[in-house]
């Protein structure tokens, strides 16, 4: 796969501290899962990202009880067998002028066993474990819309998703992928109590390939 510079997956309109960042989800089999806020196709920081800190309230849905706890560069919780899925809404706030105000929702998910997607936005494996997979939005296919690729050896190619909203992805080395696409929604919003005009809904699916 072709390494594509991290200036070219930014999008344009979003503040420099948020455009490449994402928040993902890791799990090894049902261990507890540890989720992430950085920018995925790089190597973490020993420390981990300098913007880790704003991931304060990340929410397991469905909602769970279960402790988060916080490591070196990640957030660590006990997780429930089956995929695991995480929403923030509270990372960065809204940015921009009064008005045009923008923010960004993040959605999360780790593992493929799952066709099914509860997420807002979410990307799914049309055959559990399978290398297809559909980008939903609230439950609805999503064609022409580039997902991001990210191997585990970090090299990153984007893929189109076809008039079903579906991809063929070639998943063929052993280790961890992770997949990203963002959607964007005008209108009369709101986040976090604040108007907003531009919401981005960026979503993104880890799992290991055996």
């Given amino acids: 796969m072709a390494k594509i510079p991290l200036a070219l997956l930014a999008l344009l309109s979003l503040p ?35 913007e880790f ?31 695991v899925r995480v929403i923030d809404d509270s990372v960065f706030e809204p940015w ?37 997979f559909i980008l939903l939005r609230d439950g609805k296919p999503v064609p022409a819309t580039k997902i991001l690729v990210i191997s585990p050896d970090k090299w990153s190619k984007s893929f189109t998703t076809d008039a079903q909203g579906q ?7 052993k280790g961890r992928y992770i997949l990203s696409a963002t959607q964007e929604e005008k209108g009369d919003l709101a986040l976090g109590g604040a108007k907003v005009a531009m919401l981005y809904h960026m979503t993104t699916l880890s799992f290991v390939k055996d």
């Avoid at 960042?21 to 300098?50: F, M, S």
């Avoid at 469905?62 to 919780?77: H, L």
């Avoid at 923008?102 to 474990?129: C, D, F, M, N, W």
């Fill in 167 to 173: 991809v063929a992805l070639p998943i063929k080395d």
């Fill in 96 to 132: 921009g002028d009064d008005g045009k105000k923008q923010g960004v929702i993040y959605y999360a998910r780790a593992g493929r066993s799952e066709t099914k997607a509860a997420l807002p936005l979410e990307i799914a494996p049309t055959v559990a474990k399978g290398d297809t």
């Fill in 53 to 83: 800190e704003k991931l304060t309230a990340p929410k397991l849905f469905p909602a769970s009880p279960a402790a988060q706890v916080r490591k070196i560069g990640y957030i660590e919780v006990a997780a429930a067998p089956g995929d």
């Fill in 16 to 50: 420099s501290i948020a455009q490449a960042h994402e928040i993902w989800v890791e799990r090894d089999a049902t261990g507890p899962a540890r989720i992430y806020l950085g920018e995925p196709a790089e190597v973490q920081p020993a420390g981990g990202d300098p």
